[in-house]
């Protein structure tokens, strides 16, 4: 009987053990109003999650159920809500992380979250004045995860949206 002792069996072993560390993303909007939008938060009140320009947009890890800013650090999580959508904060703690997944380059809840797998969000725009810049509300864009179909009354929305990471093509 003869044994190996080529260092090839080990190696091959060691670089499937190897964790791949995901660099840091941008997160995008794919469909109207917020088509080519990205995730950042509002000048005006740093833990509101916004969509707006890409030039303001900021980047993201997604690890561990957890999506955190490069940028400020903040997690990004879901507060309490007795509507079917759920106002997104950033917050300083990953503790209300909700379990935040990847199904192929969209950003979901996870079948273990709360919410279960969600994939629907909703976007209303930022009246002016509240970080919003000028003109008619401005280009900023409210982000709240949907679990049904309610809206806020009186304001400008668009349900059923999604958001993704580049494309991974």
């Given at each position: 009987?003869h044994f ?10 060691l ?60 997690y ?10 759920k ?83």
């Amino acid at each position: 009987m003869h044994f190996s002792t080529s260092p090839l069996p080990a190696l091959a072993a060691l670089v499937f053990a190897v964790t791949v560390q995901s660099k840091p993303e941008q997160i995008r909007g794919v469909s109207s109003p917020i088509f080519h939008y990205y995730l950042q938060a509002n000048p005006q009140d740093a833990t509101m999650p916004v969509m707006g320009p890409e030039s303001s947009g900021e980047y993201y890890n997604i690890d561990g159920g957890a999506i955190q800013s490069v940028n400020s650090s903040a997690y990004l999580t879901i507060a309490e809500s007795e509507t079917s959508y759920k106002t997104l904060t950033l917050s300083p703690s990953s503790s209300s992380a909700p379990g935040w997944t990847l199904e192929g380059d969209t950003i979901i809840t996870g079948t273990s979250s709360s919410w279960g797998r969600q994939l629907n969000f909703l976007v209303c725009q930022v009246p002016s004045g509240s970080g919003g810049g000028g003109g008619m509300g401005g280009d900023l864009w409210q982000v709240y995860l949907q679990t049904g179909s309610e809206t806020p009354a009186g304001r400008q929305c668009s349900n059923f949206q999604s958001l993704h990471l580049p494309c991974l093509c």
